[in-house]
């Protein structure tokens, strides 16, 4: 960790607790910086708040007092979860008060170059993906971000021989400032999230700051093939690597239906890539682009491809039952990423979607349906699904509870050769604390049933 001054007596807040506002106020204490945590859960029920307070840390907790920032605080860390129109956030803007998150803080005091990856959708995949390359090439990287590990905390522990490869949602972009890894990506870009960030501008720009601050001496790696992502890549400074999906190119990486190339040169036939569905390839290209610059073994590189099936919740493959196929793909939480899982197969998939009612559409699912032989549905968009799908001419349509109820259906009403898709296409939360927990559900119903 870099020794630094920059917060020694300074007040900082942080709000909102879990993992990541934990980790940040322990290290702003160890900094020296005066923190006071607050957060909405009350301090008994609280072994995190109870924690921080025997370390000599101020603790408010069980409301948000509306005078808060009376207090002179200089510095703001939020968890990356509470939207700006939070009363205290948004007094902090007026005031014109610093709002981090901890992205920002691991930058300042790591002493590993990171990697930043963000995207609507693929991060997850990325960054495993790279981080499997380089750690079997042997540059010692880290992992940290949105993927589960706070980064800040990672930071403190990195040594400078090591890189830290990071995922970074626009929640945790929004509160950087002057953040600025060694490499960046950005995936692609798609409408996402627009109840917090307001409307697609502004996402765009919240991704963007993944780039914002790079110099020549950087690198961002960009998708070539979105034009409002090309359009973000004329504003940074660092230099570019396009990448394309589209057909082979002389500039940067690009694949067509037979091949990899980089710099326009063969790099790997696409047989050997184990990696399933078209959608995959912009995190295979990617991740490839960073390995190479890095200078990780290309043997290496191609290993890694032949053997990395993807990631849990992602298009996971779970159990061969019965000649029936089934797959976890728990964390589409949008209608795009449930489509780019459709279209990974071409064998009869069985739909099982539904969850919190956003009122958005699935018109976008609508060209895809035809691959679909059978929706089961749940939750509060259980109705409307059913709706669409009956609308797409799905001859058969169900409606059940919860994703075990709809494992088993399933299983009832397949052939072999079939896929069992769970892709949701909304968020957990009317059911689930999160889609990792709706994944588990489905892993454990999968395996519960009987041969």
Known sequence: MKLTNEFTSK??????????????????????????????????????????????????????PEDLLDEGFELVVKNPGIPYHNPIVADAVKRKIPVWTEVELAYRISEAPLIGITGSNGKTTTTTLLFHMLNQGGLRPLI????????CKVAEEASSDQIIVTELSSFQLMGTEAFKPKISIWTNLYEAHLDYHGSFDEYGEAKFAVTMHQDASDLFIYNQDQEEVAKFAKRTKAKLMPFSTKGRTEEGISADEEFVYL??????????IALPGEHNLENVLSAIAAATTLDCPKETILHVLSSFTGVKHRTQFVRDWNQRKFYNDSKATNTLATKSAIAAFEDPVILLAGGLDRGHSFEELRPHMN?????????????????????????????????????????????????VLLSPACASWDQYPNFELRGDDFITAVFNLKD
């Open 371 to 419: 691959r679909v032989k059978a929706l089961i549905s749940f939750g509060e968009t259980s109705g409307r699904l059913k709706e669409f799908a009956e609308s797409c001419g799905v001859s058969q349509t169900f409606m059940v509870h919860d994703v075990k109820e709809a494992v088993h259906l399933a299983a009832e009403i397949s052939v072999p050769q079939d896929i």
């Open 11 to 64: 007040k900082v807040l942080v709000l909102g607790l879990a993992k990541s506002g934990v980790a940040a106020a322990e290290l702003l204490h160890k900094l020296g910086a005066f923190v006071t945590v607050n957060d909405a859960k009350p301090f008994e029920e609280s072994p995190d708040a109870q924690a921080l307070l025997s370390k000599g840390i101020t603790v408010i907790c069980g409301r948000h």
């Open 144 to 151: 940290a971000g949105n993927i589960g590990t706070v980064a």
């Open 263 to 272: 710099h326009g040169e063969e790099y790997v036939s696409r047989k050997q």
